[in-house]
Each structure stands twice: as structure tokens, then as C-alpha cells.
């Protein structure tokens, strides 16, 4: 029997945490973060019955490859689940963003337990500098839990930064220079209400997660958020004149 973690018992999260800064300092997680994917060549489906899987968690669909995630999200509509399999590590690199309906939740099982084990749960990335974004939430509702979410770029960048504000410094160019460093988003939310939670957001040069305005009253709890620290951006949460609840989130080495 699979049971949730209990929330005051932090101890996998940080020793996630100590291990990331122990074996890489201030710089990166980069090998750690990012695995490439084995996708095998699957029928373009991606339904399922929507009973309980090991996790006890219903879903619509269940996923393992981005063929299917991409199917998956393009049909889900509200109410829906989208559910990816404890063990995909899905390589979005290149496929452009996954956009998610109002009303639909994309989960896995990050930090339940099976046979003993706290699962690290799916993961979806990218290798791709410029993703913008990996995610997009298009309505009222949508929501995301227990999943990793990272992305190509866990560093500052500080020296190639510098070099570039100085030369729009120098030729009075504003930020021009500076944004011809290619940076990444991993979730934009153009909706009000989104949820995420219990999940692992990295590698993210612009934001890991972006409210825009017009997408009020975010809910954001029980997160990993690290390593999105691209220097003059990097944000871990960004909002722009909107209201979030923010909530027993793990911060560490964002901007």
C-alpha cells in the first residue's frame, strides 16, 4: 500500500538538498538533473482506464514517452488527469510546450512511498536553452503535482552576463546584448487558481515558474525549487502585479 509522505518530515527533500551542495558547491546539479530519456517507438495513444493506479492516484492518462504526454495534453480536457509513469524521464527538447486546459491535472508520484521507498517521481525536461516554456497552464484551475520539472540551465552565467550589460552599457542599447543569451521558463500560468505541488523545479535560466498578469491567486506549497539562478534573472517564483500563496517551499540557490 502506497501512503503520502508525511509533511512534517522533511528529511528526503534535504537530503536531496545537502547532496546537491555537497557534491556541487554553488555551481551545479547539471548531471544529477538532467538524464536523457529511452523512448521506444509507442502507438500514438495514450489513454487508459481511469482507475486507480499503484499510487491510488485516478487518472484519464497515463504516459511514459513525450509522444504520448503531448497527445495526452492536447486532449485532456477539465476535470481530467494526466498521469506520468513513476519512472519516465521524458526529453521535451526541441517539441515545443506542453499547454494544459483549465481544470487538468498533470501528476506523478514524487515523495509517496512503495515498498518502502520514497519515489523521486517522473521527470520532464529539456536540453533546450530557449524553451519558452516548457509548460503553459491555459485556464482557471489547472493543476500540477508530485513531478519533476527541469530545466537545461542550472548556472549563473555571471562572466558571460557581465560581458553583455556592459557592452549595452557602452553602445546605450538598453538590454539588447543582454538578451542574446538564450534563456528558459519552465511554467507560465495564464489562468487563475493554478496549484502545484509536492514537486522538484530546476534548471531554469528565466523562471522556474512564471504568473503573468492576469493569472491571480496562484497556490505554490511543498516544493523543491533550487538551481534556477541565471544571473539578472533566475527567478525561482516570478509575478507580475498578481497575488500568490507561497507555502512550505524549500528555496535554494535561485537568483
Known sequence: ???????????????VLL??????????????????????????TA??????????????????????LILAAKNAV?????????????????LGTITLRGKVTLT???????NGKISQGAMIFTKQADHLPLIRIAGDYGKISRIRIIGPDTLTRADEVARLTQLDKQYGTGNKY????????????????????????????HAAILFPPGSQNGYVHHNYIHHNQRSR???????????????????????
Not at 500500500?1 to 537530503?15: A, D, E, F, G, H
Not at 477539465?78 to 526541441?94: E, H, L, S, W
Not at 506523478?108 to 512503495?114: A, E, H, M, V
Open 78 to 94: 477539465a476535470g481530467q488527469v494526466i498521469y506520468v509513469a513513476d519512472d519516465a524521464k521524458i526529453d521535451m527538447t526541441n
Open 19 to 44: 547532496a546537491c551542495l555537497l557534491s556541487f558547491g554553488n555551481t551545479s546539479c547539471q548531471k544529477d538533473l538532467i538524464e536523457p530519456a529511452k523512448e521506444q517507438e509507442l502507438e500514438n
Open 108 to 114: 506523478s508520484n514524487r515523495g509517496l512511498t512503495k
Open 1 to 15: 500500500m502506497i501512503k503520502p509522505v508525511q509533511l512534517k518530515n522533511r528529511t528526503p527533500m534535504l537530503s
Open 47 to 68: 489513454t487508459a482506464p481511469a482507475v486507480p493506479q499503484d499510487s491510488g492516484i485516478k487518472y484519464n492518462y497515463l504516459v511514459k514517452t513525450s509522444k504520448e
Open 233 to 255: 534573472l533566475g527567478y525561482g517564483i516570478s509575478l507580475t502585479g498578481v497575488y500568490a500563496k507561497i507555502t512550505y517551499n524549500v528555496f535554494n540557490y535561485n537568483r
Open 178 to 205: 543582454y538578451y542574446t543569451l538564450k534563456y528558459a521558463r519552465g511554467i507560465e500560468v495564464k489562468g487563475n487558481n493554478f496549484e502545484i505541488d509536492n514537486s522538484e523545479l530546476a534548471g531554469w535560466s
